[in-house]
């Protein structure tokens, strides 16, 4: 989302100096910051269409404390 709001500012800036292609200044420099802008709107667009990778932590295995019985901290059985 951050990517296509600073290409559209890249964008907007070039309109309000009157320089843009998008107002028919063909120059190389007002085609590179518009291209630019473009292609950070292009790049927010993707980043948003693609599925987000969730992390997955792997739980860290605990230490059992023994007790006197030697049960202590034991996963009990289920099936009892």
Not at 7 to 23: D, E, P
Request: charged residues 15%; glycine residues 16%; proline residues 2%.
């Amino acid at each position: 989302m951050q990517d296509i709001f600073w290409g559209v500012v890249i964008i907007s800036i070039g309109l309000v100096m009157g320089g843009s292609v998008f107002l028919g200044e063909f120059t190389l420099f007002n085609i590179f910051f518009d291209g630019l802008g473009i292609f950070f709107i292009g790049k927010g667009a993707v980043s948003m269409m693609s599925p987000k990778e969730e992390s997955i932590t792997v739980p860290s295995q605990t230490t059992e404390i023994q007790g006197v019985d030697g049960n202590e901290g034991a996963a009990d059985s289920l099936e009892q």
